[in-house]
């Protein structure tokens, strides 16, 4: 009940296009729903979040979708550039809690 | 811009020896945490720290692993004696609440051998 289920693995998408990562999960105490970028050798970087009760959340590029019936968010990269090349992993955290549960990460190649 | 910083940024060590990895928390954050990644696996929680104890922590926390935090600014992960499957890239993070934005240090890549 605490996975967060992330897809696709992997992803390659030519530069101006749109990235689609989908993440499900199953605990229904999950509160915060923050996604992170990670470059090789560097420590995931908090991106964007967003708190079920909006259904989206946009910052610049990136825009979060969120579906509480379904259980579902997902992260929307408009006008993919090649420096957005890296790993994107979803997370969940309960209301005040103290760990985040990580999706498994997907790859995101952008072509130029 | 204020950020985790962690201490070192490799550190090789031979089986069965004690290591202790540091990290330096954002000032004003009150929760720390420690999570690992094996190399291109997902990140795993350990475990999180608040008010000087421990407030969760995963089954890969076990007697092993210690964490402290001595002084008003430091914080620290002890492994007793590695084991050749705690290789790992290892992130310290820090919020100033829980299940709020948790920021990440750069990590310590740690080789046993």
């Known amino acids: 009940q605490q996975q967060v289920k992330q897809s696709p693995q992997s992803l390659i998408v030519q530069k101006g296009g749109i990235s689609i990562i989908n993440c499900a999960y199953e605990n229904t105490a999950f509160d915060y729903f923050p996604w992170y970028q990670q470059f090789p050798g560097k420590g995931p970087a908090l991106l964007i979040a967003?708190?079920?009760?909006?259904s989206e959340k946009k910052e610049g590029r990136f825009t979060i979708s969120f579906n509480k019936s379904a259980k579902q968010f997902s992260l929307h990269i408009m006008d993919s550039q090649p420096g957005d090349s890296a790993t994107y992993f979803c997370?969940?955290?309960?209301?005040?809690?103290?760990?985040?549960?990580f999706g498994g990460g997907t790859r995101v190649l952008v072509k130029p | 811009e204020p950020e985790v910083t962690q201490t070192p940024s490799h550190q090789v060590t031979q089986m069965g020896q004690e290591v202790i990895l540091r990290c330096v928390p954002i000032?004003?954050?009150?929760?720390f945490y420690w999570y690992r990644q094996i190399l291109g696996q997902k990140v795993e929680f350990l475990v999180s720290f608040y008010n000087n104890e421990i407030s969760e922590k995963s089954e890969i926390f076990d007697d092993q692993f210690s964490v402290e935090r001595p002084d008003g600014s430091n914080f620290t992960l002890k492994i007793r004696s590695t084991k050749l499957e705690d290789s790992a890239m290892y992130f310290c993070a820090s919020s100033v609440q829980g299940g709020t934005e948790a920021f990440f240090g750069q990590g310590t890549r740690l080789t046993v051998v």
């Open positions: 000032s004003n954050h009150l929760y």
């Open positions: 997370a969940a955290n309960k209301a005040a809690g103290n760990k985040l549960t």
């Open positions: 967003i708190r079920p009760d909006v």
